[in-house]
């Protein structure tokens, strides 16, 4: 059964630096993605940053470009997201999720993902 378990959510001051983990387990494939997602209270699920575990290629929502890095360690098994200049807007659940395809452009489609971790929570504020 393949396994996603996120950590190093937290609570942080507006301008600072949290890095989440995603570690994964339970399955061979090397080629497959790991999408970043958030939920905030009151608001739907949106798509953050994404990873092609295979060859690094990545995508991240408007919301976070410059501000927020995805990469990967495929020895670990396990996908980053660096999250810098942290606003408020920032507050949510983060969920990571795996693909068992990359699906590229289509990637902040949730419905594309077959697995999801338990979510951390991220909090900004003063």
């Known amino acids: 059964q393949l396994q996603l378990v996120e950590s190093g959510g937290g609570l942080v001051q507006p301008g600072g630096s949290l890095r989440l983990s995603c570690a994964a387990s339970?399955?061979?494939?090397?080629?497959?993605?790991i999408g970043w997602f958030r939920q905030a209270p009151g608001k739907e699920r949106e798509g953050v940053s994404c990873?092609?575990?295979?060859?690094?290629?990545?995508y991240y929502a408007d919301s976070v470009k410059g501000r927020f890095t995805i990469s990967r360690d495929t020895a670990k098994n396990t996908v980053y997201l660096q999250m810098n200049s942290l606003k408020p807007e920032d507050t949510a659940v983060y969920y990571c999720?795996?693909?068992?395809?990359?699906?590229?452009?289509?990637?902040?489609?949730?419905?594309?993902?077959?697995?999801w971790g338990q979510g951390t929570q991220v909090t900004v504020s003063s």
């Open positions: 999720a795996w693909a068992r395809n990359w699906y590229g452009s289509s990637w902040p489609r949730a419905g594309l993902y077959d697995y």
């Open positions: 990873i092609s575990v295979s060859d690094g290629s990545t």
């Open positions: 339970g399955f061979t494939s090397a080629y497959y993605g």
